[in-house]
DNA sequence: GCCCCGCATATACACTCGTATAGCACAATG
DNA sequence: CATTGTGCTATACGAGTGTATATGCGGGGC
């Protein structure tokens, strides 16, 4: 009788718990929060609504849940760019996520979805990209890899920017492009640019 | 008696209709397509909630008339960029954003979510953008702006990036930066490294 | 003067939503 | 063996959803 209300959250490894939280990370990186119900996502989990309640809490819990699941998740998948620097980290790292993409798509585009719904767990995800970049600059710059007098908040926040716009764009690429972007041909010229646009630039001066 | 079905649309200019699409706008550009109820939408316009069905058949109805009025001020918002070229081209964008911005912030933002949610609209409304950003590469590449091997179909993504990336963040701005995207310091800030960026890179090679 | 039609309202309907409650099977523990 | 508690299901409730229907009002054309 009521003894313990709010999430239980006791056993994290319940087998109904984990098929929840991939089915609504899955849904509401396509469709939103407020466009999936309890119910689709259950059915999808192949488990039933009260479970929902059982492990989560609510809506909103199951939200949270999901949150931090995959702020850890673009933590851990992020950690190798963080320990290298120039511009061939950054070939580095978008050659890696060829290998971790199709396995972590769904965490990619949940954090893409995210990044449209101002919530609590969504600014902490923002911040903790942003971080990065930033971090990824001042490793640069400790080793003197940044070319003289670069405002180095801005280049953080441009290298969000290229870092979070294949995300965004990726659900319109393959009637724009007829691939994906992250299929492999994308990722080499975008290797290719990305690496010569950082370097010496595109326009002439 | 049932003569005319589907959407009337014979007077574009019904103040209600306008009211209703402003207010849709708005809404939908905060909380999504889902969202929102078309009761919340009414009574933000100060209408009942069946003047919906009457000037635009549906809820579906209401968005395919928001995406059309979107995609033309789009249209028409970047017209001028396209008149011009090279870096200065660009600052003045960003420059002239600062006067439209304000007023067209919805516009903007609605544009922003619409970018979240894949339906017929929204790849429109991305096609327009892309082809946008080719056409002020192609001018470029004409006027001899561009430098050589450059390739022009990703210079022309990377604009994209850097043009929606703003849009995307202005959410999560405030809290970051302790200003918004589109405020006159980071605006001048951005230019500054914009213009660098793009014609020498940040990275040394 | 009548009629029709565009703009707008009010109300009802069928359905879905998130949440709440009651209960079942089963493993571990005393 | 009885008890406890966890993972889970089934079902009900009230609120809110988009859509449909019926109605009112006011101006322009016959």
Redesign the pocket.
């Known amino acids: 009788?009521?003894?313990?209300l709010e999430t239980?959250n006791?056993?994290e490894d319940?087998?109904?718990?984990r098929h929840l939280l991939d089915a609504g990370m899955r849904l509401f990186a396509e469709r939103g929060f407020?466009g999936?119900?309890?119910?689709?996502i259950?059915a999808e989990a192949?488990?039933?609504?009260?479970?929902?309640?059982?492990?989560f809490?609510?809506?909103?819990g199951l939200r949270d849940a999901i949150d931090e699941y995959v702020l850890g998740e673009i933590k851990r998948l992020y950690a190798t760019v963080l320990e290298h620097s120039g511009a061939g980290a950054l070939t580095k790292a978008v050659e890696d996520a060829l290998d971790w993409i199709p396995r972590d798509r769904v965490v990619l585009m949940y954090a893409r979805m995210a990044l449209m719904e101002k919530t609590p767990g969504s600014q902490a995800l923002f911040d903790q990209l942003l971080a990065i970049m930033r971090q990824f600059i001042e490793t640069n710059a400790k080793r003197g890899l940044l070319q003289p007098d670069v405002d180095r908040e801005w280049a953080a926040i441009y290298l969000l920017f290229d870092f979070i716009g294949p995300a965004i764009i990726e659900p319109f690429a393959k009637p724009a492009f007829g691939k994906s972007m992250y299929s492999k041909p994308m990722i080499s010229a975008r290797n290719a640019f990305m690496v010569r646009a950082f370097t010496r630039g595109f326009l002439k001066g």
Request: net charge positive; charged share 30%.
């Open positions: 009788m009521a003894k313990r239980r006791g056993g319940a087998p109904g718990r407020a999936v119900g309890l119910r689709e259950a192949g488990v039933s609504l009260g479970l929902v309640r059982t492990h809490g609510s809506k909103d």
